[in-house]
């Protein structure tokens, strides 16, 4: 694994976690092929999730009367790190964490937090996005999935699409239209907390190119929803999802994509007899180093104004877009590397490269694609 930058900008305290996390994660994932590792993002280990939240790493952000750490997002950052960086699965836990948590803490009714923000510091409830819809990707504020007051609740029918982990998730929170028509935009959007085992509620599983499925479509046919399952204020949902979208581009997640292959192509290149390295070889480690040092930093730059209590939405942006970039070429350079080497290549290698080539596309898609994200960034800047 690649030892901490001597520049890095992290406070002491938050340091000072690194080792604990580095040492539960050794043990962890001692027999973790560098294939399975790969899929980090993708793994989903409700033991692995239990036992990270076990430690208290799990909604640490969070207020310890809801049942989190209380920590900063500095400590946020060190444990997402060294969990990307050494490829754990954590996709079970990933979205509760990151988004579901903190936007019901910030959000949400007393009520909600008080149910639902236990269950997510103890890995006990799992959550997954309910943004896109068939004909509403990258343009999210078309969105048709409609829900109209019924008692004291509400009733919730439409489609979405895409949404990761449906399928073994407790809770989706969704955006969702509660007045108006698809041609108000931003107006009329509401975000709900949808139990995925409700009556009405159908999952079905689509496979991507890798041959895993982790995405799915979820439909809801007449899904009756209590008056507790709004969050927020009705008709706030798009600057909510806004919020929400900070807290998933920001951090570190979009560096750490193609970590597991550089480590493992390392190490191939360590073990080689004599350790003879070519200079072009030599020349590129040193670019992706230089790469991973200003991302990096960058990164922790973005947690700062996190830290700060801001919402830093061009910042992360600007991240998300440069740093999925460098996950892509990351993937690509290594590749290219690859085939030029006329040497002995092993399986886990070759095996861990075709799976991060393979899935490498969606790194740029997931979480709003490239174009959007500079759209946003140009706006932010007063360009358009
Ligand atoms: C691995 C993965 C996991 C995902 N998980 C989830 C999830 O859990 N929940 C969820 O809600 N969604 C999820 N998504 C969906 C993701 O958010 C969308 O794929 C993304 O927002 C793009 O929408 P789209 O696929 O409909 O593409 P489109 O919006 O149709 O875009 C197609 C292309 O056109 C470009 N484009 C579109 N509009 C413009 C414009 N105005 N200007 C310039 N270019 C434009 C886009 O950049 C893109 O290249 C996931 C996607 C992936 C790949």
Same mark, same amino acid.
């Given at each position: 694994m690649l030892e901490p930058l001597a520049f890095e900008r992290l406070p002491a305290h938050a340091q000072d976690l690194r080792l604990q996390v580095r040492s539960f994660l050794d043990q962890q994932l001692a027999d973790l092929p560098a294939p399975r590792r790969a899929r980090s993002w993708m793994g989903f280990d409700e033991h692995f999730s239990r036992a990270l939240a076990g430690r208290g790493w799990v909604g640490l952000t969070l207020p310890t009367r809801w049942g989190g750490a209380g920590l900063d997002p500095y400590c946020r950052f060190v444990v997402v790190e060294e969990l990307l960086a050494s490829g754990a699965p954590v996709s079970a836990h990933w979205i509760a964490d990151r988004q579901s948590g903190p936007?019901?803490?910030?959000?949400?009714?007393?009520? @909600?937090?008080?149910?639902? /923000?236990?269950? +997510?510091?103890?890995?006990?409830?799992?959550?997954?996005? =309910?943004?896109?819809?068939? @004909?509403?990707?990258?343009? /999210?504020?078309? +969105?048709?999935?409609?829900?109209?007051?019924?008692?004291? =609740?509400?009733?919730?029918?439409?489609?979405?699409?895409?949404?990761?982990?449906?399928?073994?998730?407790?809770y989706m929170i969704a955006l969702v239209r509660t007045s108006g028509t698809a041609e108000d935009r931003h107006k009329g959007l509401s975000q709900f907390v949808i139990d995925l085992k409700a009556p009405g509620v159908t999952v079905r599983s689509i496979r991507d190119l890798a041959g895993d499925a982790h995405f799915n479509e979820v439909f809801f046919d007449q899904v009756e929803l209590d008056a507790h399952a709004l969050i927020g204020a009705e008709g706030a949902g798009w600057t909510q999802v806004n919020a929400e979208l900070a807290f998933e581009r920001s951090g570190p997640e979009r560096i750490y994509s193609s970590m597991v292959l550089l480590d493992t192509w390392l190490a191939h290149i360590r073990a080689r007899p004599g350790g003879s390295t070519r200079e072009h070889t030599v020349v590129l480690i040193g670019r992706i180093l230089a790469q991973l040092a200003v991302l990096r930093a960058m990164s922790?730059?973005?947690?700062?104004?996190l830290a700060a209590g801001e919402s830093p939405l061009v910042e992360s942006a600007l991240m998300k877009d440069l740093g999925t970039q460098f996950e892509q070429d990351l993937a690509q350079w290594i590749a290219d590397a690859i085939s030029a080497d006329d040497g002995f290549i092993d399986n886990e290698l070759i095996e861990t490269l075709a799976y991060t080539q393979q899935i490498a596309p969606s790194f740029s898609l997931r979480g709003g694609t490239r174009e959007i994200l500079r759209g946003m960034i140009a706006r932010g800047l007063g360009l358009r």
């Amino acid at each position: 694994m690649l030892e901490p930058l001597a520049f890095e900008r992290l406070p002491a305290h938050a340091q000072d976690l690194r080792l604990q996390v580095r040492s539960f994660l050794d043990q962890q994932l001692a027999d973790l092929p560098a294939p399975r590792r790969a899929r980090s993002w993708m793994g989903f280990d409700e033991h692995f999730s239990r036992a990270l939240a076990g430690r208290g790493w799990v909604g640490l952000t969070l207020p310890t009367r809801w049942g989190g750490a209380g920590l900063d997002p500095y400590c946020r950052f060190v444990v997402v790190e060294e969990l990307l960086a050494s490829g754990a699965p954590v996709s079970a836990h990933w979205i509760a964490d990151r988004q579901s948590g903190p936007l019901i803490a910030r959000f949400g009714t007393d009520v @909600q937090k008080q149910f639902y /923000l236990p269950r +997510i510091c103890r890995a006990q409830a799992f959550f997954c996005i =309910g943004m896109s819809e068939p @004909q509403s990707g990258s343009d /999210l504020a078309s +969105i048709r999935a409609r829900a109209t007051p019924s008692g004291d =609740g509400w009733r919730l029918s439409g489609q979405k699409i895409w949404t990761t982990n449906a399928h073994r998730s407790h809770y989706m929170i969704a955006l969702v239209r509660t007045s108006g028509t698809a041609e108000d935009r931003h107006k009329g959007l509401s975000q709900f907390v949808i139990d995925l085992k409700a009556p009405g509620v159908t999952v079905r599983s689509i496979r991507d190119l890798a041959g895993d499925a982790h995405f799915n479509e979820v439909f809801f046919d007449q899904v009756e929803l209590d008056a507790h399952a709004l969050i927020g204020a009705e008709g706030a949902g798009w600057t909510q999802v806004n919020a929400e979208l900070a807290f998933e581009r920001s951090g570190p997640e979009r560096i750490y994509s193609s970590m597991v292959l550089l480590d493992t192509w390392l190490a191939h290149i360590r073990a080689r007899p004599g350790g003879s390295t070519r200079e072009h070889t030599v020349v590129l480690i040193g670019r992706i180093l230089a790469q991973l040092a200003v991302l990096r930093a960058m990164s922790i730059g973005t947690t700062a104004r996190l830290a700060a209590g801001e919402s830093p939405l061009v910042e992360s942006a600007l991240m998300k877009d440069l740093g999925t970039q460098f996950e892509q070429d990351l993937a690509q350079w290594i590749a290219d590397a690859i085939s030029a080497d006329d040497g002995f290549i092993d399986n886990e290698l070759i095996e861990t490269l075709a799976y991060t080539q393979q899935i490498a596309p969606s790194f740029s898609l997931r979480g709003g694609t490239r174009e959007i994200l500079r759209g946003m960034i140009a706006r932010g800047l007063g360009l358009r």
